[in-house]
């Protein structure tokens, strides 16, 4: 049995902006059944704080002038150890744990994830006298990516794994920020933590890792190449030999067709008929007419270009000509809202948008949607694509990182062996032609029933992805060049 500190910035359902939180809140839990002794540490936001049951002070430490409390708890509906960094003049705002109330970063966010991570270093040392300490510290992204660094300065000290969930997002701040923050003077250095004349909190994670993992093994592969690496492909190759990917799960409770409390109605694939009532009810809820045999596509996401967005709009003009209907949730670039909205307008027995994010309804438009349109520029894992696959909705997703992981094209070869699970577009094909080979299978009733069997046969629980980690931790403690003596 390992004894792990996962380090996040999020984790769901204390508070969630993106993925990070659903792997942050599901990982720990596989790893806890798994009989891995695990504490989950993250800031005690407002909103945190607000969802937690009951806590108690454990240690206080004062940090950077400030005091800190570590709240212990549990993570809702699990037996993992939750520690809170409580620390109310950082993390006592309230909504998004990175940005204000326009939507700007927060300007002090540098400080803020630093004595988050001075924090963790505290406890993965064991200074502040928890009475335990971990083999490894998981950290995730680059609001963790200080923590390897400043271990590294200790003699003796955990293992360190860090987890890449999107290299866009690398944590970097002017040097004046950098001069603020307390730091050694050798981490402004090119070789450490200084990325053209900025500080990048990501760069700390990548130099001093012992290992460095992505959420998905295509998409390991990719950041070491100059279009998804983001001007850190470079060190990426030159640390290769430490560098792998596992892919997400997804919360198989939560999502499951079967039991979901959102539905109209639940099905399995031995009543896969019954999705019919769901796609009768989206279409209803979207005033989109209620045409049972008309191909409706969903699309769930952050309305930016990352996700195909820009795709989506300029194949409308053909996409208006097919027989299909698109129903979408999401949020995001102002214009590309505003954009959706007038297509909408436009064509409302043909597309219709709900701006936001609702939860109930994502449960929906998975289930009642006949596929879901996924076509990212670039995709770390995606968690949307594997929902769609548990709930027979077949994912149309462009062959990149973990769409293409975990969707298989439907081909003369893999409808015939039973292994296709989708439509998978590359470059040379493009999202309407790729549409258009969706609606030609939907025609196809028999193939469509059995690529949707497919799908829904797919096993992308946390089970079997959490023995992955664990296998990733037993190799990162055995790299750690100055271990802990009785860890």
Not at 114 to 138: G, I, M, S
Not at 234 to 253: E, F, K, M, P, W
Not at 355 to 381: K, T
């Amino acid at each position: 049995m390992s004894k792990i500190l996962f380090a996040t910035s999020e984790a769901y359902p204390l508070i969630k902006t993106g993925g990070l939180a659903d792997v942050s809140g599901s990982l720990p839990r596989a790893l806890v059944s798994q009989k891995q002794d695990v504490r989950l540490i993250l800031p005690a936001y407002a909103d945190v704080m607000e969802k937690v049951g009951s806590c108690k002070t454990i240690a206080s430490q004062v940090v950077d002038g400030l005091t800190v409390n570590i709240l212990e708890t549990r993570l809702p509906g699990t037996k993992v150890k939750t520690w809170l960094v409580d620390c109310p003049e950082y993390f006592d705002r309230p909504g998004n744990p990175y940005l204000d109330e326009h939507n700007e970063d927060w300007h002090d966010n540098a400080e803020r994830f630093t004595l988050f991570c001075r924090v963790v270093v505290a406890v993965a040392l064991n200074q502040l006298e928890l009475n335990w300490q971990p083999d490894l510290v998981h950290c995730n992204d680059w609001q963790t990516g200080l923590v390897p660094a400043l271990l590294d300065e200790a003699p003796q000290r955990p293992a360190t794994l860090f987890t890449i969930h999107n290299m866009a997002y690398q944590g970097l701040f002017p040097f004046d920020t950098f001069a603020k923050l307390s730091l050694p003077d050798h981490f402004w250095h090119h070789e450490t933590l200084e990325f053209h004349d900025y500080f990048s909190f990501m760069k700390g994670g990548l130099v001093y890792a012992d290992s460095i993992n992505a959420v998905s093994p295509t998409y390991a592969e990719e950041i070491k190449t100059p279009e998804f690496g983001y001007g850190l492909d470079g060190l990426l190759r030159y640390r290769q030999s430490v560098v792998s990917g596992i892919l997400n799960g997804i919360d198989t409770t939560e999502w499951n067709p079967g039991t979901d409390k959102y539905l109209v109605q639940t099905y399995n694939r031995r009543t896969l008929s019954k999705k019919q009532i769901n796609k009768a009810a989206l279409q209803q809820h979207f005033s989109l007419p209620a045409e049972p045999d008309t191909l409706l596509l969903g699309f769930i996401g952050r309305l930016v270009e990352q996700k195909g967005v820009d795709d989506i709009l300029q194949a409308l003009p053909a996409l208006m000509e097919l027989p299909i209907q698109i129903a979408i949730l999401g949020s995001g670039q102002p214009y590309y809202e505003q954009d959706f909205l007038d297509w909408a307008q436009r064509h409302p027995q043909k597309i219709a948008i709900t701006v936001g994010y609702d939860e109930a309804l994502a449960h929906q438009i998975e289930a009642g949607s006949d596929a879901f349109l996924m076509p990212s520029r670039f995709e770390p894992c995606g968690l949307n694509q594997l929902y769609s696959l548990r709930y027979g909705t077949l994912p149309v997703v462009r062959d990149v990182g973990g769409l293409k992981d975990t969707v298989t094209d439907s081909q003369v070869e893999t409808l015939e062996n039973n292994s296709a699970t989708g439509i998978v577009f590359s470059k040379d094909e493009t999202l309407v032609e790729a549409i258009q080979r969706l609606l030609t299978l939907y025609k196809d009733t028999p193939k469509w029933k059995q690529v949707q069997h497919n799908a829904m046969q797919q096993d992308n629980s946390w089970s079997h992805r959490a023995c992955a980690y664990i296998e990733l931790y037993e190799q990162t403690t055995g790299r750690n060049p100055r271990p802990v003596k009785n860890a």
